[in-house]
């Protein structure tokens, strides 16, 4: 028996070692991120049979996705495929196993301009290694026959290949030249746009290594030929991410490690300490009051199961370094689902559990730790707030006393198939409040100070209820801005620009309707991440809310609609020439791949969770 069981440790041994390492096994303990799918083969599978998969490569679908497959091959890839003398599309078949790429510190300081982080891609062929050297054999020759100035690498005894690329600057227009011009020359003198890059790339067994570091190859190349190395598996940070979980099952993942982030971040804090500043806020004091320190690492990751997608990001932020905006932001696990009054015809629900007093008091406190001057300052402004009206009013005691730990914002429809509409679609925002008339109070007062305040501003009644109104600036500070009106009502304070969603609430006590919170397939969602009890809970009905974004886009030209109106009219006109929203099928023809959404957030004691989850259309 004893001989058998030694050769299947040998066997397995064997097997084990003829495998590539896991990320955690493969990457140094200096790395810095590192995102991954471990097995790039299982994850297309499962992504071309999950919704977005199916969507994409429904036959309706076809002409957009080719043209818009084209552009990128042509405007992404094409002068990395003219300089190299080769296709994406010839390597493609490749990828089999893992796909990772990391950032690692490789002896990065901040405050040095001569050294910068290294970048790594790991791409494992498995069964193909074979074909990969045919592969890159025919590269090396092609760089040599285009004459392409390329240098040749020993790591361990391995054959690796240097390449020069140069990256060219992206063309502008005559006036954009000249202005540019003028900038740099003010600072800096003549700058050169152009950006000179080295890659090194080469074989390890089936896999692929491709850096930018021939010295974060090294580590790499010494882990995957059978060496030992300080692994990124032995760090804390990364052991207590894996060891909940976070990554089990999971078709990709990714990892940050925040803490050796906000180390380099404070070395250039310490760096600029000193410096003039009208209020005395020092970089370092900054950080540490913002909390910043307390934050060790984010991870993130994916899964599909036969109910849908579902994904989970967490912060790992122990429950007593949790300091300045992350205090602020702390949560108690309390019920979170739709009340009554929101109408099942919502198209997006978020709620919040946040206390609101106690965010306040705690960014009080963080403001007076970066800098008491400003805090001071604040207190000074807030004191005087609306006292130009009445001089016994007082905003903490009307408004920030009154804040209560209840956040609703919910969504419906827009009335119009317009880019215009989907901008404004009927949104209203309720504030929870033990006594939401002194809110309401308080929020006129600060609304007063607004530019527009005076002549725009306007009061009125309904169904038992004063409403008011602030006139919002414009653009640029112009009068076009809306109404912003808010009323108290329901043990809430109730604001939004659109009047119908308002006054619907303001009614909602007298009368009966369906709700959001008899929607089944939301309640049946919202057990795959935890309930609704968690304190942070969320809804999109992405098939409603799709649809008139779809129609609009469908109309559209380009980009040139969507992202002009986002960028002031400035469209990246290279991207629309590839994105041709026209080319989008009917609605109706993709409806049937799109459903609702959830998320659920919580505060645990090792950190913040967030969950999604996208179930599977039936």
């Known amino acids: 028996m004893k001989p058998l069981i030694f050769l299947l440790l040998a066997l397995g041994t064997l097997i084990a070692r003829s495998g590539v390492p896991a990320p955690a096994e493969l990457f140094p303990q200096d790395t810095l991120a590192v995102v991954t799918l471990p097995d790039y083969a299982s994850a297309r599978t499962q992504f071309q049979s999950g919704s977005f998969g199916r969507l994409w490569a429904d036959a309706s679908m076809k002409p957009f996705r080719d043209k818009a497959e084209a552009g990128f091959k042509k405007e992404v890839l094409g002068d990395l495929e003219k300089q190299l003398g080769v296709k994406a599309d010839d390597y493609l078949d490749l990828l089999q196993g893992q796909i990772s790429i990391g950032v690692v510190e490789n002896g990065w300081v901040a405050t040095d301009s001569t050294s910068e982080p290294a970048l790594v891609i790991v791409l494992d062929t498995r069964d193909k290694a074979a074909e990969l050297k045919t592969r890159l054999t025919e590269i090396r020759q092609k760089l040599a026959d285009a004459k392409k100035p390329v240098k040749l690498e020993k790591i361990r005894d391995l054959e690796f290949s240097t390449v020069t690329i140069e990256r060219k600057a992206e063309k502008k227009d005559e006036k954009s030249d000249k202005d540019d011009d003028d900038d740099a020359k003010k600072a800096d003198g003549e700058i050169k746009a152009d950006r000179t890059e080295h890659w090194t790339f080469g074989q390890v067994d089936s896999v692929l290594l491709v850096s930018d570091s021939v010295k974060a190859l090294e580590k790499l190349v010494a882990r995957l030929s059978g060496g030992s190395i300080p692994q ?16 089990k099952d999971s078709i990709g993942y990714g990892w940050v490690n925040a803490t050796a982030l906000i180390k380099q971040l404070k070395k250039v804090a310490a760096k600029a300490s000193g410096s003039a500043s009208p209020l005395g806020v020092e ?5 540490t009051a913002s909390g910043l320190e307390g934050l060790k690492t984010l991870a993130f990751s994916a899964f599909f199961t036969p109910d849908g997608e579902r994904s989970e990001l967490t912060l790992a932020l122990p429950e007593g370094q949790r300091l300045g905006i992350f205090k602020m932001l702390e949560f108690s696990a309390r019920d979170s689902a739709p009340p009554s009054f929101v109408p099942s015809d919502a198209i997006a629900f978020r709620r919040w559990r946040l206390d609101g007093k106690k965010s306040w008091e705690n960014l009080e406190s963080m403001v007076q730790q970066i800098s008491p001057q400003a805090a001071g300052m604040l207190q000074l402004y807030l004191g005087t707030l609306g006292k130009d009206k009445d001089p016994n009013f007082d905003f903490k005691k ?6 209560g730990d209840d956040l609703i914002t919910f969504q419906k429809s827009p009335t119009e198939k317009t880019l215009a509409a989907l901008q404004d679609a009927p949104t209203l925002t309720l504030v929870g409040s033990p006594d939401a008339v002194q809110l309401a109070n308080g929020l006129r007062a600060a609304g007063s100070l607004l530019p527009t305040a005076g002549d725009g501003n306007k009061e009125r009644d309904f169904n038992g209820h004063r409403i008011y109104g602030v006139k919002m600036p414009g653009r640029e500070g112009g009068d076009d801005g809306k109404l912003l009106e808010f009323a108290a009502g329901n043990g809430y304070l109730a604001i939004s620009t659109d009047a119908a969603i308002l006054e619907q609430f303001l009614r909602s006590g007298d009368a009966e309707g369906k709700s959001l919170k008899d929607n089944v397939s939301l309640t049946a969602a919202a057990e795959k991440i935890g309930g609704t009890g968690t304190g942070l809970f969320g809804f999109q009905d992405a098939k409603e809310g799709t649809r008139i974004w779809w ?24 991207i629309g020439n590839w994105i041709d929203f026209k080319l ?7 409806g049937k791949y799109l459903g609702l959404s959830v998320f659920s957030g919580k505060w645990e004691n090792a950190g913040f969770n967030l969950l999604g989850f996208w179930p599977t259309p039936k």
Do not use: C, T, W, Y
């Open 232 to 247: 990124l598996a032995e760090l804390p940070e990364f052991q207590a991410s894996a060891q909940a979980n976070h990554f």
């Open 398 to 403: 009307s408004f920030v006393s009154n804040l």
């Open 551 to 574: 129609e609009v886009l469908r109309q559209s030209d380009g980009l040139d609609q969507l992202m002009g109106a986002a960028s002031g009219g400035n469209s990246d006109k290279k």
């Open 584 to 590: 989008l099928p009917p609605f109706e023809e993709i």
């Open 283 to 287: 970089p370092v004091r900054l950080i």
